[in-house]
């Protein structure tokens, strides 16, 4: 856990969770977003260039993704109900390949995970909790007990595919199109696995 300011105590954790939006409610709001850009009606929104292509890719992740028996496993072993607050935006490519699958894990664990959504941009305090090698990269999965306390966070994206972005970051080489052929060929493999460790935390 990456962190350079003091993690929200778990009354702040649930003003945040008053505010946040359940997946349904999150998908309804970017659908309307895409929308909007497929008519030209872009204003206030940020990075619209992105949103169509970031929608077919949560899709992509709700219809094609089978749950491994191992996650499974750790999703029926949890003893108590968590909660996983997802920071995200609508423009970002990493939270458009995990939104998918968070979502159909959540739905897998019939009520013993509640997943919120809020926006990066909206609660810079909560980003800066939980930054990543001093960066507000998302999507920022931060795992809570019943009692709001932080158990364990994931995100901005699966090990081999960091390993990506740091490496071409370090050329100063475009990372967005071998990022996202990785995202294809892996079909969600590495990331059920760090969920799978992440309910197990």
Partial sequence: MSTTV???TPQEFQN????ALDFETYYEQFANAVER???DDTEGLVYPEYYVINMQRLKRGVKTTKLSDELMDAINDLDQKI????ITEFWC??????IGLLAKVAEAADGKIDLKFVFRDENPELMDAFLTNGGKSIPKVVQLN???EVISDWGPRPAPAQEIVVDLLAKKESYNDPLHAWYAKDRGV???????ELLKA
Avoid: H
Avoid at 83 to 86: I, K, M, N, R
Avoid at 93 to 98: E, L, M, R, T
């Fill in 6 to 8: 003091e993690i929200p």
């Fill in 16 to 19: 945040y969770l008053n505010k």
């Fill in 37 to 39: 850009v497929k008519n």
């Fill in 190 to 196: 590495n990331m059920q696995q760090e969920i799978t």
């Fill in 146 to 148: 019943d009692k709001n």
């Fill in 93 to 98: 490519g990493d939270a458009a390949q995990s």
């Fill in 83 to 86: 909660t996983w607050l997802v």
